[in-house]
């Protein structure tokens, strides 16, 4: 059997990276992982539910510009039982960069220009 642990962003300004999934969503650190020569720095990220899957933030620091991040093909997802609520605080915060209100759902863009989908809860 195999259970979903984590899913990994790179991102190039980690604080800025923390601030954001702080505020946008809640997620705050519960493990990090540095190198020994401060070559990077792993952060995952655990939701307010404490659920088991977490999302990994990868910090290099080598890294000199931000992540192309091709043609976004992919994205996160969180369901939320606050879903009006949290389309109000992300709209405030400029954040939304997709809505689809036919499906009744939303995304956000984080600093690196990821994609989160905001779901809400369904009956």
Same mark, same amino acid.
């Given at each position: ?11 190039? $300004?980690? !604080?800025?990276? +923390? &601030?954001? =999934?702080?505020? &946008? +969503?809640? +997620? ?7 190198? &020994?020569?401060?070559? %990077?720095? #792993?952060?995952? +990220?655990?939701? !307010?539910? $404490?659920?088991?899957?977490?999302? !990994?933030?990868? *910090?290099?620091? $080598?890294?000199?510009?931000? %992540? ?5 093909? %992919? ?7 606050? =879903? ?14 997709? !809505? ?5 759902? =939303?995304? #956000?863009?984080?600093?690196?220009? %990821? *994609? #989160? ?7």
């Amino acid at each position: 059997m195999t259970t979903f642990n984590h899913f990994n962003f790179n991102v190039f $300004d980690l !604080e800025r990276s +923390l &601030a954001f =999934y702080k505020q &946008a +969503l809640g +997620l705050t650190p519960a493990r990090e992982k540095p190198a &020994a020569d401060g070559s %990077y720095k #792993i952060v995952f +990220l655990k939701d !307010e539910a $404490d659920s088991p899957f977490q999302l !990994e933030l990868t *910090w290099l620091a $080598d890294r000199t510009e931000p %992540y192309d991040l091709g043609e976004q093909e %992919y994205h996160l997802a969180f369901r939320t039982d606050q =879903y009006d609520a949290l389309h109000e605080k992300h709209m405030a915060m400029g954040c939304v960069c997709f !809505e689809n209100p036919a499906m009744g759902i =939303y995304f #956000i863009e984080d600093p690196d220009g %990821y *994609w #989160i989908e905001i779901v809400p809860v369904r009956d």
